[in-house]
């Protein structure tokens, strides 16, 4: 069984800042399109049974860059959809709502197409990503370069948790983590990794 490589996307103005980044586009950084690069080593030499991707610009920017060959986008590798909170902080969700959590409040209606999604909806999106990785994982290695909450609660699905329990992974922007398995079971091997 191989591993499952997870990639978090160089930094963006809005992870820079603590902005809730879902559908909006933005690109890398400077800073972003440098630690992209400086994934290569991490990522390069390996041979890949798949390699997937956020279909967004600051993911397939960031497989570039890192050198990750193959790589096909997946819609379902998207970002957690903040719905009326794109663009907004924490800092200032708080303002108004003082014990809002994303993990168990969720998020508002954005505009039309955003509805918002709760972590059970993400958790449904990483079961599919999951289970069409599987056949490639029994062949080998998997990569999969998307967001930081996504990748929180594919983590937690992997592991066999519920999706509020990727709570639990903090993700840096351009970080490589890697699944395994011990004994037959999903085992975190690396997190949060950089060069």
Known sequence: MGDLLLVRHGETEWSRS??????????????????????????TGRTYARALS???GRALRTAELAGIPGVEPDPDLHEWDYGGYEGITTVEIHRSRPDWDLWTDGVPPGPEGHPGESPELIGARADRVLARVAPALAEGDVVL??????????????????????????????????????HGHPVIAEWNVRP
């Open 145 to 182: 370069v998307a967001h930081s909450h996504f990748l929180r609660v594919l983590t937690a699905r992997r592991l066999g948790l519920p999706p509020a329990d990727g709570r639990l992974f903090q993700l840096a922007t351009a970080t490589v983590s890697r699944l395994s398995t011990e």
């Open 54 to 56: 956020s279909p967004l």
């Open 18 to 43: 603590g902005q809730h980044t879902s559908w909006t586009d933005l690109p890398l950084t400077g800073q972003g399109e440098e630690q992209a690069k400086s994934l290569a080593p991490l990522l």
